[in-house]
């Protein structure tokens, strides 16, 4: 979601950031506001004579725009306390070009914390709101400072705004987030909320798109706009939001282990960046190797390291001299849930992770086998909302393996003939012996297919692989 962004402070125990495009959406408050002021001076102070420099509308409207985003930040600290409460985990709150975010790691693990935690935030505008109009109703009767009243009553009607903007059911929303778990509440299946949530919240968006398109005819150019940007951004939510429950239910529970490669290629620190690149990356087509020395292993090398020199010196510096050394950031435990290691990939930028017990490398996991297994596994689910099962869980009678082989690539072939003879299948495998051991990978069919996938797989068979019975 986020570019670049700066971390400006800490607040019970969050950190809050920046994102650069905040900076677009202060200017355009801080103009809105300055243009606004002078016409809100005159309707409820007719008498008073207008500023003296345009500089003084300008400087009223950056403290209004900064006030009015110190409101943000409390509306998503409601949420952020809430879930902490709730026990669930907060990366920080940044704001951006479309108000405010609290990063949640992990989704609600119940209806009634969604509830709670989606209601906080418009509990805090709410407050906001009321307070601000109060206290401009009695500024205004007890003759304050006529600026400080029309700011007041400024921050009040924008935070009852963004009240009723949040309240409105489109997922994510707030409004959407408490749609989402009554359903889930109703249903006891959160991928079904979420979808229809989902639903929800990308036609909420077509209509602000549909509405902006009709302003930008009516020749109202900024409202248009930002009627669309803001569309195109809640539908973009939508979507990935509901992507990211499938993710979380497919991968959730998964250990690492299952995923690695028991077996991956090792390069000694001692040769140089040239040959590394020469015999390593474009033999092997990967980005990042595991660096050992005698049996133990030493760190990770990456193909970032190549922006640091001109290929001129990549003779000059070794593996050894480039590796990533901190083995606790780029590694992860066997057991560790497959939905952590796609986690700290995405904060971490990379693609693969070593699997390591201590210092010991037991192999790599890598992006693309997880996302594989994502493909397929929400391939041959029940996109009305079953519960997400192991692969073999194909139907409700047990699965049969119809094919074995040691080779992973093989197995995906047959695995895609199968598929595009309508046969639905899966593959499981699993490394025998330990992690060191040989990878058994198996083509599993439902119950009754069998015939017809060997009929398929006649045709596809190899020395080294065995149609089972």
């Not at 077996?263 to 990356?281: F, G, L, M, N």
């Not at 290691?341 to 930028?349: H, K, P, S, V």
């Not at 996302?371 to 073999?392: I, M, S, T, W, Y």
Request: charged share 15%; with cysteine.
């Amino acid at each position: 979601m986020f570019g670049r962004r700066w971390r400006l402070f800490r607040i019970l125990g969050f950190p809050v950031s920046i994102d650069a495009s905040w900076l677009i959406v202060l200017f355009l408050l801080t103009f809105s506001f300055a243009e606004q002021l002078p016409a809100m001076l005159s309707q409820f102070y007719p008498t008073d004579a207008p500023l003296s420099a345009d500089a003084a509308y300008w400087a009223m409207g950056l403290l209004t725009a900064l006030a009015f985003f110190g409101c943000i930040l409390l509306h998503e600290f409601g949420h952020a306390v809430v879930a902490r409460a709730r026990g669930m985990s907060i990366g920080g709150i940044t704001l951006f070009l479309f108000g405010g975010v609290a990063e949640l790691h992990d989704e609600p693990d119940s209806p009634g914390t969604e509830f709670l935690m989606a209601i906080a935030g418009p509990m805090v505008s709410a407050v906001l709101a009321m307070g601000f109009w109060l206290a401009a109703v009695i500024g205004y009767q007890l003759a304050w400072p006529h600026l400080l009243v029309i700011v007041i009553g400024y921050l009040a009607v924008i935070n009852g705004v963004v009240l009723l903007f949040n309240l409105v059911p489109a997922f994510p929303l707030d409004g959407g987030r408490v749609l989402r778990s009554i359903l889930w509440g109703a249903t006891g299946n959160l991928r079904a909320a979420t979808r229809w949530a989902s639903y929800a919240g990308r036609a909420f968006a077509w209509l602000l798109i549909f509405s902006g398109l009709m302003q930008l005819f009516a020749h109202d150019w900024i409202g248009g706009v930002w009627s669309v940007l803001i569309g195109m951004f809640v539908d973009n939510a939508a979507k990935s939001a509901y992507q990211q429950v499938l993710v979380r239910q497919a991968l959730s529970g998964e250990p690492v282990r299952r995923f690695m490669n028991a077996q991956p290629v090792v390069a000694p620190p001692s040769i140089d960046i040239a040959h590394w690149v020469d015999e390593y990356v474009y033999r092997f087509h990967h980005r990042a190797f595991p660096v050992a020395a005698n049996g133990h292993l030493e760190g990770l090398i990456t193909t970032q390291v190549l922006s640091q020199f001109p290929r001129s010196e990549w003779g000059t510096h070794t593996v050894g001299e480039l590796m990533n050394r901190d083995l606790g950031s780029v590694s992860i435990a066997a057991e560790a849930d497959a939905l952590d290691a796609l986690g700290r990939m995405q904060r971490q930028g990379v693609s693969r992770l070593l699997v390591t017990a201590g210092n010991k490398l037991l192999g790599m996991v890598s992006l693309k086998d997880l996302l594989r297994f994502l493909d397929l596994k929400l391939e041959l689910e029940n996109e009305a909302g079953a519960a997400v099962h192991e692969p073999q869980a194909l139907d409700a009678d047990r699965p049969v393996v119809a094919y074995a082989t040691t080779n992973l690539s093989e197995a995906e072939i047959v695995k895609n003939a199968l598929m595009a003879e309508g046969v639905r299948c899966s593959l499981d495998a699993e490394n025998q012996g330990g992690f060191a051991g040989v990878l058994a990978v198996k083509v599993l069919v439902r119950a009754g297919d069998e015939e017809r996938a060997r009929n398929v797989i006649d045709h596809h068979t190899h020395p080294h692989a065995a149609v089972m019975s």
